[in-house]
């Protein structure tokens, strides 16, 4: 003999009718016409299993998306990765800016961004002087260090780049007047590299 289901039919999923509506008296509690609480149960945990299943595929999917549009922006800036290997400061600097608005940005993306700065304002690029300060002070790509935020600004400064000077003035007010004094000490002696700079050369012992 058959009794409603308590899913009404409308569950294709239901463990005890399979969507037809109908079940069998096979026990005490189904022959009242009302399945056991354990319907409800499966009837939820088939809903969530199946929201977390489209939640998975809608993430594979959208990392799919990232890696495809990660992958383009690499393609699309080879060269210019090239001739900033190759020495070009405005290539470095311009590479340097292009990782920080890159697609998801990751924390290499970062690391590589102040990487590529430091190679640009060595060679004496007044913007990306400014641009690996900012990164110094924010601790972005960088270990965060104030001071030597202060000491690329100066330099920037020195090089007749305005927005720098407006930062160094604003970081001064957080830096003791004897360490300033040092800094400024430090950028007086201070000159640009020559020719190429690769990163041996930024991983030395020089403290700024």
Avoid at 71 to 94: E, K, M, N
Avoid at 97 to 126: C, F, I, K, M, V
Avoid at 184 to 201: A, H, I, L, Y
């Amino acid at each position: 003999m058959s009794r409603p289901c308590q899913c009404g039919g409308s569950n294709e999923f239901c463990s005890w009718c399979g969507g037809t509506g109908l079940v069998e008296e096979i026990s005490e509690s189904i022959s009242s016409g009302k399945p056991p609480a354990a319907t409800k149960i499966d009837h939820d945990l088939i809903a969530r299993l199946r929201r977390e299943d489209d939640w998975l595929k809608a993430h594979q999917e959208k990392l799919q998306l990232i890696r495809a549009e990660r992958d383009a922006w690499a393609y699309s800036h080879a060269g210019l990765h090239r001739r900033a290997d190759g020495g070009d400061r405005t290539a470095q600097f311009d590479l340097a800016y292009a990782l920080t608005h890159r697609p998801h940005r990751t924390l290499e993306d970062s690391t590589q961004a102040a990487y590529w700065y430091q190679r640009s304002a060595r060679l004496g690029h007044g913007a990306a002087q400014t641009n690996l300060g900012v990164l110094f002070a924010q601790g972005r790509g960088v270990d965060l260090d104030n001071e030597k935020a202060l000491f690329w600004w100066l330099i920037a400064e020195a090089g007749g780049h305005t927005v720098a000077s407006k930062y160094a003035r604003s970081m001064e007010s957080k830096i003791s007047p004897s360490r300033v004094r040092l800094i400024r000490q430090e950028v007086s002696k201070w000159r640009p590299s020559r020719g190429r700079t690769d990163s041996n050369k930024l991983r030395g012992g020089r403290r700024f």
